[in-house]
């Protein structure tokens, strides 16, 4: 089904804690003609599904700005907004209208070398993304100033921001009290309630703004409750100091929060700002977002590329760890795909834009990470719905802490309230509802970075139960085209036939065609000029080289010309059981050699396939390729086969796998088998940049590795491991603090860092996931 529903994206600075963005989740879901709401902290970003009513947005920002932040819309993101929802209920994005670019597979016996039929396109992917006009772009907070949270830019030093300046200035009027104090005893009750109000004023406006929203239970509500009611029993030096510990426990979840915003941010950091353009036969120098698609831009080595595109002209060699995470940098020719931010090397090059500033890999990768941040994962949404409970819970003990042992006990009413409002502050759920999304948005953060994209926590936690996964062979378990693999001499040396079979070929864009002049280059051929070349349509190409007549074709079409021996035959035979096209080179009307060719596996798949299979996954190869090529590149890989499939047979299999209780992975070109991915438990597109299909993925390996699907499966686990440890200490130091407060070990200001100090060890502990390296798979 469709839905005509509108979809707008803000950018929201000063969230940066659990309780905010659940504050404006709460705030905004409530209106009349929202229908969805998905808030990110560590993104900055919020997402709002609403009816298309002009007068809904301009509201949406009121509202936001009234709780005390600052609200810029965005342009409309890179997912389309008109979304199909699957049987199991999860929305998958309906493709756009891609291109299939996938190798063909070649049988052994059709070789048509027919010129200009093979000519590929580079297919032109970009999406238009026209902007919603949300009001003012710099609408400004109403209550600026008036509150703990930070309003100025999202980077920059911590003490320039509002809750910096915020807690310097309480911890100034605690220290200043405490001087007084010691000069004045008498006064120091009051002076260190006056004090307690510098932090407490902005906390206690927020406590009433979150439960005008429907949000009693905040943990600004708590906090407020606590400190009035230290000051109340005469404990105004500790209210003071708890004020002053929850506010420096704030400013770190803060300085937390950015640290991993910037490290997804920091990929944009990459593209250079300026260009080279060339325009009537003149370079000159543009801003890089300016350039449009089509421009002709120049990359001088040692440069940084500005925006994806497509080499017109030159050789180097491309550095691209900063984007990819690879370490040798990969050579490049005329018609090779490039990609912003990374680095030229030795030679300069003429690139054609395919892609504007605003839709280029990197800019779309940062996009998809931060919707992906949005999107709650079970377990997320589980602790959620937990600490609706939770809190008030822990409130109503508080309570019955307070009031049981002095009216039923004979308990004294000042030590039995003091204890009850220190529960209070044990139970502000903060570190609990941080403790996964944290990890979550640390570790999609760190995927990215390294080419590995997910789409949300739900499909980050699923990829690590995954027990089998299903290959797609062309394009995935190999590069995609055919390379010569055996030359033979029949009647002279290989590379006499090499040179001859490549004169022949020149100028053809037919796959066979190019595998072979590919490996005339890497040899260091010199190719002589054909004449009269023809292409016999299939059968092959004829011509006159150096005045000599050659012929090349497929074995069938040259046995048609000239008779072939017995044992010609079996090593044709031989070469076709491996898998093999064989092509056979004819001069002066006699078997002169052989060329064999196959779409060999990428350098990395061994090792890939290997790491998945020591991890105890199921892996297997569905294709719709001829059953003797898959068979052959099954039995190199030591892969299970199933060939010769149609799109629907690849979906019945993995259905076959489900039933059969395994949880499954589908990898592939995202495009041809788009029936099998959404029929998996996980589908992961591979490609080689953004011409992948990630409407139609769950998740997408950027880079082509095999190997990565191993890493993107261990990444889960990392991430599932480190949601544990984090629940553990946010659950763990309440109790231990739950049951030291009532017996009277510790007081107020310890019980502040049960949970301040548990949400800054939770935060830490979860960014260590963007620190991970790559586990290198050895080739």
């Known amino acids: 089904m469709t839905s005509t529903t509108q979809q707008s994206r803000y950018r929201v600075e000063g969230m940066d804690c659990a309780s905010c963005a659940t504050k404006i989740d709460i705030a905004i879901r409530r209106m009349p003609g929202v229908e969805d709401v998905s808030v990110s902290v560590t993104a900055g970003t919020m997402t709002v599904k609403h009816q298309d009513d002009a007068t809904l947005a301009p509201a949406i920002t009121k509202r936001v700005t009234g709780l005390g932040y600052k609200v810029i819309p965005l342009p409309q993101s890179v997912a389309p907004t008109v979304v199909k929802v699957e049987e199991d209920g999860h929305a998958r994005g309906c493709c756009h209208d891609h291109h299939d670019n996938k190798a063909h597979d070649h049988e052994g016996h059709d070789h048509d070398h027919e010129h200009g039929d093979h000519d590929h396109g580079a297919s032109d992917h970009r999406h238009d993304h026209a902007g919603h006009s949300h009001g003012s772009q710099e609408q400004e907070a109403a209550v600026a100033g008036?509150?703990?949270?930070?309003?100025?830019?999202?980077?920059?030093?911590?003490?320039?921001?509002?809750?910096?300046?915020?807690?310097?200035?309480?911890?100034?009027?605690?220290?200043?009290?405490?001087?007084?104090?010691?000069?004045?005893?008498?006064?120091?009750?009051?002076?260190?309630?006056?004090?307690?109000?510098?932090?407490?004023?902005?906390?206690?406006?927020?406590?009433?703004?979150?439960?005008?929203?429907?949000?009693?239970?905040?943990?600004?509500?708590?906090?407020?409750?606590?400190?009035?009611?230290?000051?109340?029993?005469?404990?105004?030096?500790?209210?003071?100091?708890?004020?002053?510990?929850?506010?420096?426990?704030?400013?770190?979840?803060?300085?937390?929060?950015?640290?991993?915003?910037?490290?997804?941010?920091?990929?944009?950091?990459?593209?250079?700002?300026?260009?080279?353009?060339?325009?009537?036969?003149?370079?000159?120098?543009?801003?890089?977002?300016?350039?449009?698609?089509?421009?002709?831009?120049?990359?001088?080595?040692?440069?940084?590329?500005?925006?994806?595109?497509?080499?017109?002209?030159?050789?180097?060699?491309?550095?691209?760890?900063?984007?990819?995470?690879?370490?040798i940098p990969v050579r490049k020719g005329t018609d090779a795909t490039v990609f912003a931010g990374t680095v030229n090397g030795d030679a300069a090059l003429r690139i054609r834009v395919t892609a504007a500033a605003a839709d280029n890999t990197i800019a779309r990768v940062v996009k998809l990470v931060e919707e992906a941040q949005e999107s709650k994962a079970p377990t997320e949404r589980f602790i959620d719905r937990f600490s609706r409970y939770y809190t008030p819970g822990v409130v109503v003990v508080g309570a019955l802490v307070a009031v049981i042992p002095p009216l039923f006990l004979g308990g004294p009413w000042g030590e039995w309230v003091y204890k009850g409002l220190a529960i209070l502050l044990i139970?502000?759920?903060?570190?609990?509802?941080?403790?996964?999304?944290?990890?979550?948005?640390?570790?999609?953060?760190?995927?990215?970075?390294?080419?590995?994209?997910?789409?949300?926590?739900?499909?980050?936690?699923?990829?690590?139960?995954?027990?089998?996964?299903?290959?797609?062979?062309?394009?995935?378990?190999?590069?995609?085209?055919?390379?010569?693999?055996?030359?033979?001499?029949l009647g002279m040396d290989g590379a006499a036939v090499l040179r001859l079979a490549a004169a022949l070929e020149t100028g053809s864009n037919h796959p066979l065609a190019r595998a072979i002049l590919d490996r005339a280059a890497a040899d260091g051929i010199d190719i002589p000029q054909v004449i009269d070349a023809k292409a016999i349509g299939g059968k092959g190409v004829s011509g006159t080289v150096e005045g000599i007549e050659v012929f090349l074709g497929s074995p069938q079409a040259a046995a048609d010309r000239v008779s072939l021996s017995e044992d010609q035959f079996v090593q044709i035979a031989k070469l076709n059981d491996e898998g093999k096209t064989v092509s056979l080179l004819l001069v002066k009307g006699a078997a002169a050699g052989l060329l064999a060719m196959r779409d060999e596996p990428r350098a990395d798949t061994a090792a890939g396939l290997k790491a998945l299979t020591d991890a105890g996954i199921k892996t297997i190869m569905l294709t719709g390729d001829n059953r003797r090529t898959a068979e052959a590149i099954g039995k190199t890989l030591g892969i299970e086969v199933r060939a010769e499939l149609l799109p629907e047979d690849k979906q019945r299999i993995v259905g076959e796998l489900k039933r059969q209780g395994f949880r499954v992975a589908k990898v592939g070109d995202g495009i041809n088998d788009a029936p099998a991915l959404a029929a998996a438990d996980v589908g992961i597109a591979m490609g080689g940049g953004t011409d992948v299909a990630l409407e139609t993925a769950d998740a997408a390996v950027l880079h082509g590795r095999v190997g990565d699907v191993s890493e993107m499966i261990d990444l889960s686990k990392r991430t599932m491991s480190n949601i544990g440890q984090n629940i553990t200490i946010a659950l763990g130091l309440k109790g231990v603090f739950l049951v030291t407060t009532i017996i009277g070990i510790t007081g107020l200001w310890p019980a502040i860092l049960a949970d301040t100090g548990a949400t800054v060890l939770v935060t830490i502990n979860a960014l260590r996931l963007l620190r991970v390296k790559r586990r290198r798979v050895a080739a």
């Open 427 to 489: 139970g502000c759920p903060c570190a609990l509802v941080i403790s996964t999304p944290a990890a979550i948005a640390a570790s999609l953060s760190s995927g990215a970075r390294r080419g590995l994209l997910l789409k949300g926590g739900a499909v980050l936690e699923n990829i690590g139960k995954v027990t089998a996964v299903a290959f797609d062979k062309t394009g995935t378990l190999t590069e995609g085209k055919p390379k010569v693999t055996d030359i033979v001499g």
């Open 146 to 327: 008036l509150h703990g949270h930070d309003h100025g830019p999202t980077t920059g030093p911590w003490w320039k921001s509002s809750k910096g300046r915020l807690t310097i200035a309480s911890g100034a009027a605690v220290a200043v009290a405490w001087i007084i104090g010691k000069m004045v005893p008498g006064l120091d009750a009051w002076i260190f309630t006056a004090a307690m109000l510098v932090g407490l004023i902005p906390i206690a406006r927020r406590a009433f703004m979150a439960a005008m929203v429907g949000m009693p239970f905040s943990i600004e509500m708590l906090m407020t409750i606590a400190a009035i009611g230290a000051v109340i029993i005469g404990a105004s030096e500790e209210a003071a100091a708890v004020v002053f510990l929850f506010l420096i426990g704030e400013l770190l979840e803060g300085v937390a929060a950015s640290k991993a915003r910037a490290s997804i941010q920091s990929l944009t950091d990459l593209v250079p700002k300026t260009a080279l353009i060339e325009e009537n036969g003149k370079t000159r120098e543009v801003q890089a977002e300016s350039l449009a698609v089509g421009a002709t831009i120049l990359v001088r080595p040692g440069d940084r590329i500005p925006a994806d595109g497509i080499i017109l002209s030159g050789e180097s060699a491309i550095d691209e760890a900063p984007v990819t995470g690879e370490s």
